[in-house]
């Protein structure tokens, strides 16, 4: 008997389980050998995270524990670290377990954050990356309410919080943060007034690349709600008493999240892979540049639009790479050709807090309870796809 | 017209409220300025505040707005922080207010914490003492757990929770903890064993001055559900990195909440009374020696009992103190005379957490749930004190 072909797959995130979860649906019993890693037991949902790094979801409902939604037959599941990826030999290093040889590898490690060289960003910022550092940056900013009334001085900086970048991350976290700090103001007996809430961008506009009419409604929705934009100010230097602005400024903050841009796992370039930002410009098959079993998808990945600009990682284009390379791992293994891969854009949506969110779905500018109700259901979307209907009902919020 | 006698009630806690409300009740419309002076808003229902701490009751049913319960026409109430008493000129002076005039002072600020001398601790510990200070502790030990998880190294210092002093105080908080532990493990995705929780203590035994029996079971109770006693044991230093104990012996602990002791608010001694670790020994009508309209309640007064011992401050102390010289001020207005205070101590009841309870009621001893259940009911018989059975019905969690 022939030894059976190996696919690694590489985290359990939208691009990595989607893969998982297709090859599951499509292979036969013993047609391949299926191995997923990734560091959690368990998936978190990435576009959800803003909710639970400002308290208003519960954690709970933006994870699903892995082994609920993997057949064991099909797929083996190893919870360790990637440490390094080696090309040459076909092998993954992990943390706590031996290598992993493969045929094939698909890695979707996700991204990294990007912090333009800005000083003291990494050590002083907080990221909106993963569970674990949201729950901190929650409890962050519950601690500092709770020694506010505690000291004797006057502590502003305790009260204020700094987003800084004002993309789709940016923006969806301030519109949670919105309605968060009248509860904080409650629980914690702070007046509002004495809270301030700063979004700050380099770019001459909030949500670049947005429609502008979408734009000026996030703002105003925003602004009416006490955050304070500070557009086209670049940060230039992240301490740990807050941050300073472009020409000088300095805003003593407690708590300053950065939502400024991800580039590519370095574990790429570590490979020695061909990398733009860390990202990986992929093949019309996702592949890395020379390689024929060296898979790459989610925010790892590269891929440009037909006027040449490169798409945003999005987790809709993590999921399309995802199911589209299970069928065509699927064929390679059974000897067939695979098919080229093709994005179909469906919508954006950005979210403003629980009641409120804008975008462009159907081709048609959305805005308020109706573009919010259409995101929950994208969520619930995202469920349905990795763990049929008992998921969906299990973790939707209604 | 005469000018109207003047009484400023100074602190609204067991003592001081009591005796407001007392008065209210009490005295006819118009027969004496009632002043009642307190720093918060809110009265905090100090027996309680091992719960917030702990993270076990949502601190909205540990306090009580004051407002709520004072008739406006019969009580004056003033937000401001006592800085200083002037029993020679009669005034009490205020952070933010005028000072104030009074013809009779109930002085009710309750308790400073009695650090023994130990090196460190008023600046590296936390202390179960206001509302402020116990959102402050829970925050803290999710901000620790939420912490680990993201960190790269094994931080487990962080995981331990040492608590000075097994009184009645320290054992009630340990309880808590005991219920709130494998709830904080399941939320942050930590092992329980990792967590450690150490009860340290000075004397011979656990809750010294109770009966053996009781402290055995309250020892068994709390060891099986993994605490660790270091009984005569006393801490020698704390630090911000844990604490020392006798003989050299580390703790590495991010997280020392000392329940070691309470001595009289320091501000009797500031204004030149006699005082014994801070409390005034008050004579049978609760004054401070030498003076004639100086009345002391709480944990700042000092009484004996019969064998000449000093009772130990508490709210059940504080409360007959109260509703005792509320009679004794209006007979006083009235040209009438007073009668002598006698403390008629009707038990004691230490909780274990939610489900368990020790102590003596009835003249019996009591374990388990049956203490438990008679534990909580003396928290709503407060409540029904100070304001009623409306305000039992709000704020009792049954
Ligand atoms: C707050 C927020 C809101 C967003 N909203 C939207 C939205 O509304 N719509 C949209 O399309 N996109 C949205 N995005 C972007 C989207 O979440 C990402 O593009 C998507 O998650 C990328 O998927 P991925 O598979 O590349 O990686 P991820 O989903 O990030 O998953 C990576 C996985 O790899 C694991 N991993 C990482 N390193 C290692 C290692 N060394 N060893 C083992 N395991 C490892 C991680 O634990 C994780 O499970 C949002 C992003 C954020 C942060
Ligand atoms: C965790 C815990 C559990 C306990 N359990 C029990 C129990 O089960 N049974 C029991 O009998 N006793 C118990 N006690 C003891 C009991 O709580 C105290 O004895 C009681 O609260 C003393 O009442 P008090 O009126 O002296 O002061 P407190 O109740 O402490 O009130 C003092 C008030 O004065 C205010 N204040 C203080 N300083 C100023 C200032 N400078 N200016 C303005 N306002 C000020 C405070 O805000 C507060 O409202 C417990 C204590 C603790 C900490």
Same mark, same amino acid.
């Given at each position: 008997?022939?030894?059976?072909?190996?696919?690694?797959?590489? +985290?359990?995130?939208?691009?990595?389980? &989607?893969?998982?979860?297709?090859?599951?649906?499509?292979?036969?019993?013993?047609?391949?050998?299926?191995?997923?890693?990734?560091?959690? $037991?368990?998936?978190?949902?990435?576009?959800?995270?803003?909710?639970?790094?400002?308290?208003?979801?519960?954690?709970?409902?933006?994870?699903?524990?892995?082994?609920?939604?993997?057949?064991?037959?099909?797929?083996? #599941?190893?919870?360790?670290?990637?440490?390094?990826?080696?090309?040459?030999?076909?092998?993954?290093?992990?943390?706590?377990?031996? $290598?992993?040889?493969?045929?094939?590898?698909?890695?979707?490690?996700?991204?990294?954050?990007?912090?333009?060289?800005?000083k +003291?960003?990494?050590?002083?910022?907080?990221?909106?990356?993963?569970?674990?550092?949201?729950?901190?940056?929650?409890?962050?900013?519950?601690?500092?309410?709770?020694?506010?009334?505690?000291?004797?001085?006057?502590?502003?900086?305790?009260?204020?919080?700094?987003?800084?970048?004002?993309? @789709?991350?940016?923006?969806?976290?301030?519109?949670?943060?919105?309605?968060?700090?009248?509860?904080?103001?409650?629980?914690?007996?702070?007046?509002?007034?004495?809270?301030?809430?700063?979004?700050?961008?380099?770019?001459?506009?909030?949500?670049?690349? #947005?429609?502008?009419?979408?734009?000026?409604?996030?703002?105003?929705?925003?602004?009416?709600?006490?955050?304070?934009?500070?557009i086209?100010?670049?940060?230039?230097?992240?301490?740990?008493?807050g941050?300073?602005?472009?020409? +000088?400024?300095?805003?003593?903050?407690?708590?300053?999240?950065?939502?400024?841009?991800?580039?590519?796992?370095?574990?790429?370039?570590? %490979?020695?892979?061909?990398?733009?930002?860390?990202?990986?410009?992929?093949?019309?098959?996702?592949?890395?540049?020379?390689?024929?079993?060296? #898979?790459?998808?989610?925010?790892?990945?590269?891929?440009?639009?037909?006027?040449?600009?490169?798409?945003?990682?999005?987790?809709q284009?993590?999921?399309?790479?995802?199911?589209?390379?299970a069928?065509?791992?699927?064929?390679l293994?059974?000897?067939?050709? &695979?098919? $080229?891969?093709?994005?179909?854009? !469906?919508?954006?949506? %950005?979210?403003?807090?629980?009641?409120?969110?804008?975008?462009?779905?159907?081709?048609?500018?959305? @805005?308020?309870?109706?573009?919010?109700?259409?995101?929950r259901?994208?969520d619930?979307?995202?469920?349905?796809?990795?763990?049929?209907?008992?998921?969906?009902?299990?973790k939707? !919020?209604?």
């Amino acid at each position: 008997m022939m030894a059976l072909p190996k696919i690694v797959v590489l +985290g359990a995130g939208y691009g990595g389980l &989607m893969t998982t979860v297709g090859l599951q649906k499509e292979l036969n019993y013993q047609e391949a050998e299926v191995t997923l890693v990734n560091q959690n $037991p368990y998936h978190y949902v990435t576009t959800k995270l803003h909710e639970p790094a400002a308290g208003t979801l519960d954690p709970e409902y933006a994870r699903v524990e892995i082994a609920s939604v993997l057949k064991q037959d099909k797929v083996k #599941f190893v919870q360790d670290r990637v440490i390094k990826v080696d090309p040459e030999n076909k092998e993954v290093h992990l943390a706590d377990g031996e $290598p992993l040889k493969y045929d094939y590898l698909v890695f979707g490690l996700g991204s990294a954050p990007e912090t333009f060289g800005i000083k +003291g960003l990494l050590e002083n910022a907080f990221f909106i990356r993963n569970l674990n550092g949201v729950r901190l940056i929650r409890e962050h900013i519950e601690y500092m309410f709770a020694k506010y009334n505690t000291l004797k001085e006057d502590r502003d900086d305790l009260l204020t919080i700094v987003v800084g970048g004002a993309g @789709f991350t940016g923006i969806e976290y301030v519109g949670e943060l919105v309605d968060r700090i009248p509860e904080l103001c409650r629980e914690f007996d702070i007046p509002r007034e004495k809270v301030r809430l700063i979004n700050v961008e380099a770019a001459p506009t909030v949500l670049p690349g #947005f429609d502008k009419e979408l734009v000026d409604y996030a703002v105003k929705y925003l602004e009416e709600r006490g955050v304070e934009f500070r557009i086209n100010t670049p940060i230039e230097e992240c301490t740990p008493e807050g941050v300073v602005l472009k020409g +000088g400024e300095k805003i003593d903050s407690a708590t300053v999240v950065w939502t400024g841009g991800v580039r590519g796992n370095p574990l790429l370039e570590e %490979a020695g892979i061909e990398t733009a930002r860390g990202r990986v410009k992929v093949d019309e098959y996702l592949r890395a540049p020379g390689y024929e079993d060296f #898979f790459v998808v989610g925010d790892s990945s590269l891929i440009f639009n037909e006027e040449e600009r490169p798409y945003p990682p999005t987790a809709q284009m993590a999921t399309q790479q995802g199911q589209h390379l299970a069928k065509n791992l699927t064929a390679l293994i059974r000897g067939g050709s &695979m098919q $080229p891969f093709k994005f179909d854009l !469906k919508g954006t949506l %950005a979210s403003l807090g629980r009641g409120s969110a804008i975008g462009i779905a159907f081709g048609k500018k959305l @805005f308020g309870t109706k573009a919010s109700i259409l995101k929950r259901i994208n969520d619930w979307r995202w469920y349905y796809l990795i763990g049929g209907l008992p998921l969906m009902f299990k973790k939707a !919020k209604f």
